[in-house]
Nanobody, 119 residues
């Protein structure tokens, strides 16, 4: 059974930091590209950051460049999102996403973790 479980969300003041973790099981983690998405109330889900299966290629949304860092640990089957200098507009539910681009249908989502940036 495929599982992606996010943790680390919470309430933080503007300028603060949080580290999100997505722990996975039920699939060959090292074969999958891993991504973070977010969805704010009333808005569409948007891409935040992601990295390839080997971690060699990393991309970020323009809105988070220089503030967020995505990383993975293939030994732990986990992906992380370090979020610094948080802004109120970063408030959203953050979702972990796994995709194997070479296997049709290999596309999995976590349940999300809430991040609220407010004073």
């Amino acid at each position: 059974q495929v599982r992606l479980v996010e943790s680390g969300g919470g309430l933080v003041q503007p300028g603060g930091s949080l580290r999100l973790t997505c722990r996975t099981s039920g699939f060959t983690f090292s074969r999958f590209s891993m991504n973070w998405y977010r969805q704010a109330p009333g808005k569409e889900r948007e891409y935040v950051a992601g990295l390839t299966s080997d971690g060699e290629s990393i991309t970020y949304a323009d809105s988070v460049k220089g503030r967020f860092t995505v990383s993975r640990d293939n030994a732990e089957n986990a992906v992380f999102l370090q979020m610094n200098s948080l802004k109120p507009e970063d408030t959203a539910t953050y979702y972990c996403h796994a995709r194997d681009y070479f296997t049709p249908g290999a596309n999995y989502w976590g349940q999300g973790t809430q991040v609220t940036v407010s004073s």
